[in-house]
């Protein structure tokens, strides 16, 4: 299936689910398509990224932060992930996606996604970081829960997050 079909897709669904809370975990069971395949036969390591973010697409849409974003004119942004493999997903092979809020600070939102096979085995996981991005820069949690009508308060970051930020610190200190 395309990309677009598949955002658009991604949209409708999550327009007609119910609403969540920041924090909730959500899950979506997903197939994997004959274009998601690489030339090992099995789903492409970008290919995880791209489902991630539909994924993010609909938690950003039933948690009202989409709503937010678009009436102040902010663009969502990733400021990057880490991923793991251990198991390959198969042509056709159903998996189930899981996908939750792992912790923020003041301006980042980190989050846990794990894709499992029907029968529970873990196949990869990792977290991402995203944030909303203003004319400013970066938009404070704080901000932006507010026009949610909701309060903020920083979540500690798991230890395995707390590691990959100082592994990125080095990475780009050149270290």
């Not at 899950?27 to 995880?48: A, K, Q, S, T």
């Not at 056709?92 to 899981?98: E, H, K, P, T």
């Not at 944030?131 to 500690?156: C, D, H, I, T, W």
Request: glycine content about 12%.
């Amino acid at each position: 299936m395309n990309l677009w079909l598949r955002l658009a897709w991604a949209l409708l669904r999550a327009w007609r689910l119910p609403r969540i809370e920041p924090g909730t975990t959500i899950e979506r069971c997903l197939r994997v398509w004959p274009g998601d395949i690489d030339i090992n036969g099995h789903m492409n390591n970008g290919r995880y990224l791209t489902i991630i973010d539909l994924m993010l697409v609909e938690y950003f849409v039933r948690s009202g932060f989409a709503r937010v974003m678009v009436k102040a004119g902010w663009r969502p942004m990733s400021g990057g992930a880490v991923i793991t493999y251990r198991k390959g997903l198969m042509p056709g092979q159903g998996y189930r996606l899981r996908f939750a809020l792992a912790g923020a600070d003041q301006a980042w939102s980190f989050m846990r996604f794990e894709f499992l096979r029907e029968d529970g085995t873990l196949c990869a996981a990792g977290y991402m970081k995203g944030a909303a991005v203003g004319r400013g820069g970066l938009v404070p949690n704080a901000e932006s829960y507010a026009l949610m009508g909701q309060a903020f308060k920083a979540q500690p970051l798991p230890a395995a997050v707390e590691h990959w930020l100082a592994a990125e610190r080095a990475v780009m200190d050149g270290r």
